[in-house]
């Protein structure tokens, strides 16, 4: 089974912090995502990644930044925190190499930011 | 815009009864669809998928969904809910055939089931 495992289940941060929240996958997959969830509003895409180095922005990528360094890693920074970036995020990562869309996701278990 | 739109946030089903979740997109071509369940605390797990062929696909855990172009759907159906089905349900769809960074899994905001004993 593809193991998707996020660092952190629960992290609490002041405002202004510096946030890393790691993601690791085993299964060699290509890509990898980050997603927020919040109560309404379903999953939303912050960023994602198609390779090594390689970072596409998604829906709402203000306020994050991401480093894939390598394959199996997938770090989602907040470089200064704030309160309205409270939420659930899910990490998930895909066999499917780029241009082949057919691939489902695999999830982790989710980091539930909190910043006071 | 490409949209998910799951209308119901919140259903409540006895437990041995059939349920069904409603979901509908805005596409021009065919999407792959997916349907996924988050229980509480965990991320989300893939149910059963649809790319093509034949439209009334099966899933895990006993559930299954039918795709039907004319009305833009992609509905859940399972005979008889289990308290362990009590969660939340997603469907999601990315555009057939797009690519690169133009690639994106658009997700429904969900749907909240709760079974009755």
């Known amino acids: 089974d593809v193991k998707v495992t996020q660092s952190s289940r629960y992290l609490v941060k002041r405002t202004g912090e510096k946030v890393f929240l790691e993601c690791v996958q085993d299964?060699?997959?290509?890509?990898m995502f980050w997603y927020r969830q919040d109560p309404g509003l379903g999953l939303r895409l912050i960023y994602f990644?198609?390779?090594?180095?390689?970072?596409e922005k998604g829906d709402i990528p203000e306020g994050y930044s991401v480093s894939r360094e390598k394959k199996e890693r997938f770090s989602l920074i907040l470089e200064s925190a704030s309160t309205n970036q409270t939420s659930m995020y899910l990490c998930?990562?895909?066999?499917?190499?780029?241009?082949?869309?057919?691939?489902?996701?695999?999830f982790g278990n989710g980091t539930r930011l909190t910043v006071t | 815009a490409q949209s998910v739109t799951q209308p119901d946030i919140h259903i409540t089903v006895s437990e041995g009864a059939s349920l069904e979740l409603r979901c509908n997109y805005s596409?021009?071509?065919?999407?792959?669809l997916f349907w996924y369940v988050q229980s509480p605390g965990q991320g989300l797990q893939l149910l059963l998928k649809?790319?093509?062929?034949?439209?009334l696909v099966q899933g895990i855990k006993g559930f299954e969904a039918e795709f039907k172009r004319s009305q833009s759907s992609f509905n859940l159906r399972k005979p008889s809910v289990h308290w362990s089905d009590a969660a939340e349900y997603f469907c999601?769809?990315?555009?057939?055939?797009?690519?690169?960074?133009?690639?994106?899994?658009?997700f429904g905001k969900g749907t909240l089931l709760t079974v009755n004993p």
């Open positions: 998930a990562s895909s066999l499917a190499p780029r241009g082949l869309y057919n691939s489902p996701l695999h």
């Open positions: 299964m060699d997959h290509e890509n």
């Open positions: 990644s198609y390779d090594v180095k390689m970072k």
């Open positions: 596409y021009g071509a065919t999407p792959y």
């Open positions: 649809y790319f093509s062929g034949d439209t």
């Open positions: 999601a769809v990315v555009l057939n055939g797009s690519g690169g960074s133009n690639y994106k899994l658009t």
